[in-house]
Nanobody, 115 residues
Framework: QVQLVESGGGLVQAGGSLRLSCAASGSIPSISTMMWYRQAPGAQRELVAAITRSGTTNYADSVKGRFTISRDNAKNTVYLQMNSLKPDDTAVYYC?????????WGQGTQVTVSS
């Protein structure tokens, strides 16, 4: 089992920045990829960014150049640095961790970007 707890969401003006954190506990060594998803009202959940245990990253086109995912394996924590935020970035952001064939989810943290 893996438990994930997100923090760092909030309200920010367009152009501002936020840093999300996700602390993992449980069966940590077997976690491979960690991910950030988001879900806006009335929309499907979408992958924002992913990072493998070795540090390879992948981003949605909509956030490339603005968001950075990073991972501290010693602290079992993954981060999402979000810069140049836009109102379209408003969503609930979820941390996810892939362990073997199972994906575990955090409870989500709200990010609201005002225009």
């Amino acid at each position: 089992q893996v438990q994930l707890v997100e923090s760092g969401g909030g309200l920010v003006q367009a152009g501002g920045s936020l840093r999300l954190s996700c602390a993992a506990s449980g069966s940590i060594p077997s976690i491979s990829t960690m991910m950030w998803y988001r879900q806006a009202p009335g929309a499907q959940r979408e992958l924002v960014a992913a990072i493998t245990r070795s540090g390879t990253t992948n981003y949605a086109d909509s956030v490339k150049g603005r968001f950075t995912i990073s991972r501290d394996n010693a602290k079992n924590t993954v981060y999402l640095q979000m810069n140049s935020l836009k109102p379209d970035d408003t969503a609930v952001y979820y941390c996810a961790a892939k362990r073997l064939v199972t994906t575990y989810w955090g409870q989500g943290t709200q990010v609201t970007v005002s225009s």
